[in-house]
């Protein structure tokens, strides 16, 4: 099973300050046709997940360009170039390269 | 616009039996995995079960594997989770998710149902 840790656990930013939050995963998520199968979700609370990056570094349909993923293989990173308070939540990465598995997520916080 | 819908969480005994229907609208059903992903409380995202948009392949998370099946009836558009051998640790909020393919594979969960809450108590 392919195992992704998310350092850290929790990740205080103050508004309008960047951020980026860390997924490295225990095998490389480099398929052969180039992608890296490597998603990032945003679970608001009491919200369901919702799915801002694919593919390590394409944006969804509808999500901010504040948002940006970038990596390859082993290591990835979520960056978002300005917080707002509507970003508060758990960042989770999933990898969907062998079967699907999540990280344990990162929980964000406005200082 | 795409919509996700789940049903038939309930509180049930430890080595009961509960199945979970999802359904879905604003796609072509068909062309398109699904997935189940559950969340306990006050923890983080485990996925569950996924299913091919023919039906003809799925997949299973190794906690479930020989007691959960995912199914599919693409003329309703509804994919089903049926829970066998319930355990207390299979407690969670349930979510159904659309897939970004038509297989299960590579393939990202774009848009999610608000869940539906299974209890097993001891």
Redesign the interface.
Known sequence: ?IVLTQPPLSLPVSPGEPASISCRSSQSLL?GNG?N?L?W?L?KPGQ????LI??GSKR?SGVSDRFSGSGSGTDFTLRISRVEAEDVG?Y?C?Q??????????TRLDIK | EVRVLESGGDLVERGGSLRLSCVASGFTFSNFAMSWVRQAPGNGLEWVAGISGSGGSTDYADSVKGRFTISRDNSKNTVYLQMKSLRVEDTAKYYCAKMAMAVIKTGSLDYWGQGTPVSVSS
Request: aromatic share 26%; charged share 5%.
């Open positions: 099973e398929h992608y199968y998603d979700y679970q369901s997940p919702q799915l694919y593919w969804a758990v989770y999933m969907a390269l062998q079967s699907i598995t999540f990280g344990h997520g």
